[in-house]
């Protein structure tokens, strides 16, 4: 008596497109800074605009954005954005950093905590 392996097989290519799709969801779009060594992104909304922080466009070795959550609805779940502001900094496509705001919505790091971060990033490659 033969013994058919269909069912076997079916399960098994469901298997492989599942692993497949995982891969591939973790491989795109987990950075807004692909493209970029290193590169800090400042998270805010507009309801919060009165406690962005004015100082991430002077720090220095990184390039910078922003997104605004409130416009980019799809950015704080892709991005695990729990509060605003929050500065999350990039190297090379992954994250290497987060700093979060306080329950009142607004940043406790300083301009000198987030730089000394990108410093040792930078030291770190080498």
């Given at each position: 008596m033969k013994k058919d392996y269909t069912s076997v097989k079916i399960f098994g290519g469901y298997l492989l497109i599942l692993l497949l799709m995982l891969i591939s969801n973790?491989?795109?779009g987990q950075s807004p800074c692909e493209d970029e060594d290193?590169?800090?992104?400042q998270f805010?909304?507009?309801f919060n605009e009165a406690n962005k922080v004015l100082w991430?466009?002077?720090l220095n070795d990184c390039s910078k954005k922003f997104i605004d959550i409130q416009t980019?609805?799809?950015a704080a779940n892709k991005y695990k954005i729990v509060v605003v502001p929050t500065i999350?900094?990039?190297s090379g496509?992954?994250?290497v950093g987060r700093f979060q705001a306080n329950i009142m919505m607004q940043m406790?790091?300083?301009k000198k905590d987030v730089q000394e971060k990108i410093d040792e990033i930078i030291m770190s490659d080498f």
């Open positions: 973790t491989a795109n290193l590169c800090v992104v805010n909304a507009g991430v466009d002077k980019d609805t799809e999350v900094i990039y496509g992954e994250e406790e790091a300083t």
